[in-house]
């Protein structure tokens, strides 16, 4: 249920879209850094790559780490 909202919800798509704009200016790992505090293997930062923007931008706020965050 947590997952549907999170990919559906307006506020969400809003936080993607300025996430992907994040991505498009500082990369992929800035990205990643900003929403989990750390540094991204090589393995997701290869897989993220496969994805447009905002899917990984979508991607990125769907992960638990993302969301659970301390």
């Known amino acids: 249920m947590q ?3 999170l990919l559906n919800d307006a506020s969400f798509f809003e936080f993607a879209t300025a996430l992907k704009t994040i991505i498009e ?3 992929l790992d800035a990205a ?3 929403c989990t505090s750390r540094k991204p293997s090589s ?3 290869q897989l993220l790559g496969q994805l447009d923007t905002l899917s990984a931008a979508r991607v990125l706020l769907n992960l638990d780490e993302t969301i659970t965050r301390d």
């Open 3 to 5: 997952a549907l909202t």
């Open 25 to 27: 200016k500082e990369g």
């Open 32 to 34: 990643f850094r900003r």
């Open 43 to 45: 393995d997701e930062l």
